[in-house]
């Protein structure tokens, strides 16, 4: 679902991993 999608690209954007937070927000839209 797209929450969950959500709730994955911000665990890795707190993560420091921008790029991959990037790919899943891209994906989302």
Same mark, same amino acid.
């Given at each position: /679902?797209?929450?969950?999608k959500?709730?994955? #690209?911000?665990s ?8 991959? #937070?990037? /790919?899943?927000? /891209?994906?989302?839209?």
């Amino acid at each position: /679902s797209i929450g969950l999608k959500r709730n994955l #690209a911000n665990s890795f954007y707190r993560q420091g991993k921008y790029e991959a #937070a990037l /790919s899943h927000y /891209s994906r989302l839209v």
